[in-house]
T-cell receptor
Framework: DAGVIQSPRHEVTEMGQEVTLRCKPI?????LFWYRQTMMRGLELLIY????????DSGMPEDRFSAKMPNASFSTLKIQPSEPRDSAVYFC??????????????FGNGTRLTVT | GDSVTQMEGPVTLSEEAFLTINCTYT??????LFWYVQYPGEGLQLLLK?????DKGSNKGFEATYRKETTSFHLEKGSVQVSDSAVYFC?????????????FGIGTKLQVIP
């Protein structure tokens, strides 16, 4: 099992550009989460999906952020236009439904985004 | 809604010292509780978990007991090593509107010095 795979590992872009972060969850996992981590705010939940359907996007900061999950093996988080305050590490995590509340999250290694 | 409160760091200890990182929670129903660890440049990974009251989770010398009466899940280790230097997150998994939601604490950075 390759684990949760995120790409790219690092992204540097200029303010105003579009940024797309990618995630491949572990096969068979029903839940997919997107988190943002900063020194100031810690780990924030942005959005999560269950069986490819967005369940709670209340953590998405504003309309510049959007997330999709077109199939069970792929998800994207897009920022358009990007701003310097979006600089952070973005994590994707997946989780199997089978064990219910006992199931731990499996995290990718994150994408470090820098917007200049 | 659900919430997790953990002590702010950083915590600096000498090697072989005793470690306690406090964690308390607020939740409805019967959540499961977790500790995750994050090493530099990596994502979070599960350290241990407990799924019901009075359960003790343990792994790699770390322990935490699910205390429903005090709504706590404190992380302990009897003798820390330099390799334990990392950020530790307390988390709970509960039901929210029929779906499973995970709530994390802010994270506590631990630095162990030789």
């Amino acid at each position: 099992d390759a684990g949760v795979i995120q790409s790219p590992r690092h992204e540097v872009t200029e303010m105003g550009q579009e940024v797309t972060l990618r995630c491949k969850p572990i096969s068979g996992h029903d839940y997919l989460f997107w988190y943002r981590q900063t020194m100031m705010r810690g780990l924030e939940l942005l959005i999560y999906f269950n069986n490819n359907v967005p369940i709670d996007d209340s953590g998405m900061p504003e309309d510049r952020f959007s997330a999709k999950m077109p199939n069970a093996s792929f998800s994207t988080l897009k920022i358009q236009p990007s701003e310097p305050r979006d600089s952070a590490v973005y994590f994707c995590a997946s989780r199997p439904l089978g064990q219910g509340l006992n199931s731990p999250l499996h995290f990718g290694n994150g994408t470090r985004l820098t917007v200049t | 809604g659900d919430s997790v409160t953990q002590m702010e760091g950083p915590v600096t200890l000498s090697e072989e010292a005793f470690l306690t990182i406090n964690c308390t929670y607020t939740a409805t129903g019967y959540p499961s509780l977790f500790w995750y660890v994050q090493y530099p440049g990596e994502g979070l990974q599960l350290l241990l978990k407990a799924t019901k009251a009075d359960d003790k989770g343990s792994n790699k010398g770390f322990e935490a007991t699910y205390r429903k009466e005090t709504t706590s899940f404190h992380l302990e280790k009897g003798s820390v090593q330099v390799s334990d230097s990392a950020v530790y997150f307390c988390a709970l998994s509960g039901n929210s509107g029929g779906y499973q939601k995970v709530t994390f604490g802010i994270g506590t950075k631990l630095q162990v010095i030789p």
